[in-house]
């Protein structure tokens, strides 16, 4: 066969599998018919015998996916509804002459028209110049067409232009050929045939087809009065069904074949890559800060051995770059495994239909690199993952997993992968690292970015640049500020602010400080939505409006009071992201995270601010306390106002707020009568409160905790009975003379009145406070003696009397406090200390845990037991939720010995150099006895602060930066206690 009609065949071929199933679709109303022309199409494919590659590959494709359509209609896969076969006219077959002269081109068979004009060649058609010129089988000479879609689907208008119309009696053997008359209508641009030969040469433009649908069939139940543009959008393109490799045609046109060579063998490449996963992932387009990060997450999983599977989560709140430094680490690490997948937007994809299966399908054709492998379902996605897993030394990465049932699809446990296997599992909940038994040494907890990379990071988007343009420096640092760290929001920010004017920037800035931006607000909001009740909501919103710094067993008291079981919803907060907890048991929150909260409760009703359910910002509390217009949806309201001068409203302007619970007030001041503020107050936080007397008519019931610092307050007399008020703050209150009557605070916990200096009394009732376990009377210069009933308390665990000068003895009764594990009484008038406190220990043993809790330190304890020897130990005689330094202090001051374990990280921990500066002090001043223990290290690493001890001391402070007299004072204590003679036990690992 001539080389030219190979081209033209070739041409049509590709036009021809375009078309087929818009044909077929069209025809769908009658499945029979369907199936009918299927099979002619099908023996029409085979029938090719052309040993052009371009036409073998476009061939057997036509071949196999019009096989498909006959199978798939026979077994009725396409539900459509047969209908009785309208009468059909019968099309003689033409036959194609073979005795055509060939041509070549640069040694290729070409399988396209001679062009010179390259950009001609993609608007010029392809070129049947006789409808002869095509050979089909003559196994078939007839094919049938149904008369009736002729007439109202195939044919064009003729009334409008003549050149754009067609007739069918023209083109019923270039029809036959195609497969489509409709093709021939306005929209194609064909000239005239006869009958039995071609009158001239006809021009066919296929039109582009549409990627639309990923699924291999297609819908027969499309209406066939659809329009033509209607069926152009549902068109399929079977290339997109094909593997890489079968899209690309052999390049038979112009051209150097050594460039085609190159550009082949780039193709084969990226196919290969393709098959066996060695292509990165994108990271970020300016990855500032993530390599530190992902050598920090790397180290953990180091000193894990090779051979076990180890499971690592990556942890943080949404927005830090958890994904990014998993992307990172996955191309950092990847090559070492036999498999490898990362699994993005797990959270997302779950929730869609067949979201799960898709996920298990997914991870299962990345490791296992085939696509032949059907999941039908959950359960039969476990055993298939299980059993092809195991056999692996696989690299998995699961991205944003929120459920414990993902997990438990998808890696379900150690047991599923093979030997040297790790899983990387990114999530915002801690607590499902647990769930999947995730040693806490293998949870990496992404930081907040530190001011130097928020600054590049943010220059980069802002102004294409590692830095602040010029002008723009100091609005810079204070997005900077705003954004607290967070990635998410310098790049959102970044790239907002990009190329505006100054004035624009500073509109943006103060518009942020009332409302946030909406894009990071939907990210954020993000881990909000998946709590698990609105019990745990409500707990975040009000943290965030009113409990940020605040004591967690305080603000745990207020919450529960509400009926909201704070105990199990704050560490859940702890878990997802939302809350922190600092050394000092202070609850805080990422700003962005605080300003999403706030934003939830004000776009529930931005312009009435009477009916937010909290009021925080200044300027609405004064306008709904001035206009009075507070309504029942408020329960929290807080007005901080400066010192500069007191604003004063009527009480009055509380009377509707029925459920107000929490009530926080600074230089306020109230007039008129208290019986309007909410009886359901459950949190009363009053500074400078200006009465001198608690009002009679302030009934207060249900109150938990009052805080009135720095009030006007005299007396507290005849107070009325508070039976749930366990916390009373009246720190720093001038005027203070005593404290109230006792027997009305049955349930106290709490009571802490610091630098009361008028405070002259306390009441004698203090001794029936049976559930109190704090007094505070730091600095009440004015006392000069506690009441002796104060020694009957057997819950009191911590009394503080430092500063208080007047006090001049603590009585022996105090021998009686079991309970008693810490009192600080420094800088008193105490001449004669009672026996009970001088020697509580003989020995304090200064120690790192995380070195040697669980091998030396338990074996030197029972020893120092069994020999009689009492013996300090802080994890057990230190209570939890503390600030530890104060009970070490006292700890240390109550011992005769300290026994100093120096292991590699004990210069690591801030508190064990606070604990050894005081050891040495008194050792200096006081002669106390010291015994230093070098476990695994060599005195004079201790000395000299080298090798594996050195390092863990400049690791610390190049974490914490302290000022530089106390690192002076720390190697001081350091070279001077590693010269002291002691035990060495160098065979610790």
Not at 916 to 936: C, N
Request: glycine share 6%.
């Amino acid at each position: 066969m001539a080389f030219d009609e190979l081209d033209r065949i070739s041409q049509y071929m590709q036009w021809y599998w375009r078309h087929t199933r818009r044909w077929i679709q069209r025809i769908s109303s009658d499945t029979g018919r369907a199936s009918d022309i299927a099979e002619e199409l099908y023996r029409l494919s085979i029938n090719s015998r052309s040993t052009c590659p371009s036409c073998v590959d476009y061939r057997d494709r036509v071949a196999h996916d019009q096989r498909n359509i006959l199978l798939a209609l026979r077994e009725q896969r396409f539900n459509v509804n047969p209908q009785p076969a309208p009468p059909t006219i019968e099309l003689p077959r033409p036959q194609i002459p073979r005795d055509r002269p060939s041509k070549r081109r640069g040694g290729y068979l070409s399988t396209q028209p001679i062009i010179e004009n390259e950009n001609a060649r993609e608007q010029e058609p392809p070129i049947f110049t006789q409808a002869s010129d095509i050979s089909l089988s003559p196994s078939s000479p007839f094919i049938s067409i149904d008369p009736t879609q002729l007439e109202s689907h195939y044919m064009a208008p003729s009334s409008s232009s003549p050149s754009n119309s067609a007739n069918p009696s023209q083109f019923q053997p270039f029809m036959t050929l195609l497969d489509n008359p409709a093709l021939f209508s306005a929209e194609y641009n064909a000239s005239t045939f006869e009958h039995g030969g071609p009158s001239n040469e006809a021009f066919v433009t296929p039109r582009q087809s549409i990627h639309l649908n990923e699924s291999p069939w297609f819908d027969l139940n499309t209406p066939t009065t659809q329009t033509n543009e209607t069926f152009e959008a549902q068109e399929i393109d079977i290339q997109q069904q094909r593997p890489q490799r079968m899209r690309r045609r052999p390049r038979c046109g112009t051209g150097s074949h050594y460039q085609n060579e190159s550009e082949d063998i780039k193709n084969i490449v990226e196919h290969v890559c393709e098959i066996l996963d060695k292509k990165d992932l994108f990271v970020a387009n300016h990855p500032v800060g993530v390599n530190s990060r992902v050598q920090d997450s790397i180290k953990m999983s180091k000193s894990h051995p090779p051979n076990d599977v180890l499971l690592l989560g990556i942890w943080g709140m949404g927005g830090i770059g958890k994904t990014v430094i998993a992307k990172a680490i996955y191309n950092e690490i990847g090559g070492n495994f036999e498999s490898r997948s990362f699994l993005s937007n797990i959270r997302e994809v779950w929730e869609q239909d067949h979201g799960p299966v898709y996920l298990q399908q997914q991870l299962l054709s990345q490791i296992c690199k085939t696509t032949k492998m059907i999941i039908p379902c959950i359960e039969s996605g476990k055993n298939m993952l299980k059993e092809r897993l195991r056999q692996k030394q696989a690299l998995v990465v699961l991205d944003d997993v929120d459920k414990v049932e993902q997990l438990n699809a998808l890696s379900g446990s150690v047991k599923w992968f093979g030997p040297g296997s790790r899983i990387i599992i990114i999530t915002r909940d801690e607590h499902l690292l647990r769930c999947l038994n995730v040693d806490v040494d293998h949870v990496y907890r992404v930081k907040n970015m530190d001011e130097n990379e928020s600054i590049e990071l943010f220059s980069w988007h802002a102004f294409r640049q590692p830095s602040p343009g010029e002008g723009f420096v100091e609005l810079s640092r204070n997005i900077v500020a705003y954004s607290g760290g967070l990635p998410l929001a310098l790049e959102i920010l970044g790239c907002y602010l990009f190329d505006r004017e100054l004035t624009e920037w500073k509109s943006v800035l103060d518009k942020l400080k009332k409302i946030p931006n909406g894009h990071i607000q939907k990210k954020l909001k993000i881990s909000f939505d998946g709590l698990n009740d609105d019990t745990e909501r409500e707990i975040f919103l009000d943290i965030s409006c009113f409990f940020i710094g605040m004591d967690r067993n305080d603000v745990t008291q207020i919450l529960n009071a509400s009926g909201f079981f704070a105990d199990i919803g704050i560490s859940v907060l702890v878990e997802r992201s939302l809350v922190t907890i600092d050394e000092k048991n202070k609850l805080g929150m990422h700003d962005l995270l605080r300003d999403m909260g706030r934003e939830i409760i004000r776009e529930k009703s931005p312009k009435e601010f009477g009916k937010h359910s909290r009021l925080w910002f200044h300027k609405d509390v004064i306008d709904v306390l001035s206009k009075h217009i507070g309504t029942e949806s408020v329960e929290g309201l807080a007005l901080n106002l400066s010192q500069d001068g007191k604003v004063y409203f009527l009480t009055k302007a509380f009377k509707k707020m029925k459920a107000l619970r929490l009530l926080r007030l600074a230089n306020v001041e109230l007039d008129g009568d208290y019986k309007y503020i909410s009886r359901d107050l459950k949190w009363l936080c009053w500074h400078k409160f200006p009465l001198k007397y608690i009002p009679a008519n302030f009934l207060q019931n249900n109150l938990v905790a009052i805080e009135l610092k720095y009030s006007s307050l005299r007396l507290w007399r005849e107070p009325q009975l508070l039976e749930n008020l366990k916390i009373l703050n009246l720190s720093h209150s001038p005027y203070l003379v005593s404290t109230p009557d006792f027997s009305k605070l049955p349930n106290l916990e709490k009571l802490i009145l610091k630098d009361c200096p008028s405070l002259a009394t306390i009441h004698n009732t203090i001794g029936h406070l049976d559930k109190i376990h704090l007094i505070n009377l730091k600095d009440c210069t004015g006392l000069r003696s506690v009441p002796r009933s104060i020694y009957k308390l057997k819950c009191l665990k911590t009394l503080i009397l430092s500063g208080c000068l007047m006090i001049e003895k603590l009585e022996e009764d105090i021998e009686q406090m079991d309970s008693l594990s810490t009192v600080i009484a420094d800088d008193i008038a105490i001449t004669k200390v009672p026996i009970s406190l001088a020697s509580r220990h003989d020995a304090f043993v200064s120690f790192r845990g995380d070195d040697t809790r669980a091998s030396f330190t338990s074996h030197l304890f029972s020893a120092l037991t069994n020999a009689g020897i009492v013996a300090f130990k802080d994890d057990t005689d230190v209570l939890r939720g503390k600030r530890i330094s104060t009970e070490l202090l006292f700890g240390i001051e109550r011992s005769t010995i300290f026994i100093i374990i120096f292991s590699k990280d004990y210069a690591g921990s801030r508190w064990c150099l606070i604990e050894l500066s005081e050891i040495m002090e008194l050792h200096r001043a006081q002669g106390r006895v010291v015994l230093p223990v070098f476990y695994g290290v060599d005195p004079s690493e201790v000395q000299n602060q080298v090798s594996s001890f050195g390092k863990a001391f400049r690791d610390l402070i190049h974490k914490i930066s302290p000022i530089e007299d106390e690192v002076s004072r720390w190697r001081t204590d350091l070279r001077e206690a590693g010269g002291i003679t002691g035990f060495v036990v160098l065979n610790s690992k």
